[in-house]
């Protein structure tokens, strides 16, 4: 399997402007979570989903970030309108859950480099 | 929020030296996880423990399970360059149902010197 793939590797982008980000889960797995790495705040869950609907987006920072899962092959984070302060990495990462049994096991994507100017 | 405290925060250390780094919580973690971030990339999975006690090894890493739950440690021996990365714990709190979310440690910083 290839892994989670995510597009763009880097985006720089001036404020105000829309940012879509994209990812692909790996085959077969149930679960899917969008995280943001930032020096100050770490890793922080934003939102994740199962079997394509969102479970908890506790972590969307503001009506600005939203997530879709249109199927079970792709997802998309958007900002709108983008700040200077949303600059960070941006990571996919996807999981398989066995009924009966807790796998816990997340793979990340390489992540996009967010710069808002 | 739940919280994993993670030490140390870094480490320069010379090749051939071992390393041990831990986390802890003051809440009972169901799962714990290992992974490690090189520059640039995603964090990648070292090891997964699923058990209270429960001691696994990778090669030359070792990482177990807290008997109370609410720890974990990760030892890596004979350390080489390659070992540089920032290492993250992380683990999951069971809700009486099976549950993916992840709450991450502050990561360990690893330098290692040739």
């Known amino acids: 399997d290839a892994g989670v793939i995510q597009s763009p590797r880097h985006e720089v982008t001036e404020m105000g402007q829309e940012v879509t980000l994209r990812c692909k889960p790996i085959s077969g797995h149930d679960y899917l979570f969008w995280y943001r790495q930032t020096m100050m705040r770490g890793l922080e869950l934003l939102i994740y989903f199962n079997n394509n609907v969102p479970i908890d987006d506790s972590g969307m920072p503001e009506d600005r970030f939203s997530a879709k899962m249109p199927n079970a092959s792709f997802s998309t984070l958007k900002i709108q309108p983008s700040e200077p302060r949303d600059s960070a990495v941006y990571f996919c990462a996807s999981s398989l859950v066995y009924w009966g049994s807790s796998t816990d096991t997340q793979y990340f994507g390489p992540g996009t480099r967010l710069t808002v100017l | 929020g739940q919280q994993l405290n993670q030490s140390p925060q870094s480490m320069f250390i010379q090749e051939g030296e071992d390393v041990s780094m831990n986390c802890t919580s003051s809440s009972i973690f169901n799962t714990w996880l290992w992974y490690k971030q090189d520059p640039g990339e995603g964090p990648v999975l070292l090891i997964a423990?699923?058990?209270?006690?429960e001691l696994t090894s990778n090669g030359r890493l070792t990482a177990q399970f807290g008997i109370t739950r609410k720890d974990s440690f990760l030892n890596i021996s004979a350390s080489i360059p390659s070992d540089v990365g920032i290492y993250f714990c992380?683990?999951?709190?069971?809700?009486?149902?099976?549950?993916?979310?992840?709450?991450f440690g502050t990561g360990t910083l690893l330098a290692v010197q040739p």
């Open positions: 992380a683990g999951t709190l069971y809700y009486g149902g099976a549950t993916n979310k992840l709450i």
């Open positions: 423990l699923y058990k209270a006690g």
